[in-house]
């Protein structure tokens, strides 16, 4: 059975930063597309940043880009988050999302998610 484990979320100042973390298991995502998603409390889940598998190509949210760095370690099955300068519209909850074939802001591309994990930014 495959499971996505996200952990790291948690409560940050604004101007903040918070590394999350996310562990795949029970399928090897060596060769798949990952990355993250939120949701705001009542807001659509949104795209955050992919990477791709081999040469670890990235793609990032316009409201990321440049606060936000995605990374993996396919030897240890995992994708990371590094989140910096955190704002207050950046609080939701991160969700991992894995085994999409190309690098892409699509949720419909990733076949297999994590429960999430929260990440509430205050003043």
């Known amino acids: 059975q495959v499971h996505l484990k996200e952990s790291g979320g948690g409560l940050v100042q604004v101007g903040g930063s918070l590394s999350l973390s996310c562990e795949a298991s029970?399928?090897?995502?060596?060769?798949?597309?990952m990355a993250w998603f939120r949701q705001a409390p009542g807001k659509e889940r949104e795209f955050v940043a992919s990477i791709t598998w081999s040469i670890g190509a990235t793609y990032y949210a316009d409201s990321v880009k440049g606060r936000f760095t995605i990374s993996r370690d396919d030897a240890k099955n995992t994708v990371s988050l590094q989140m910096n300068s955190l704002q207050l519209e950046d609080t939701a909850t991160y969700f991992c999302a894995g085994g999409s074939d190309w690098l892409t802001d699509r949720d419909s591309s990733y076949g297999y998610w994590g429960q999430g994990t929260r990440v509430t930014v205050s003043s």
């Open positions: 029970g399928r090897d995502f060596s060769r798949s597309a």
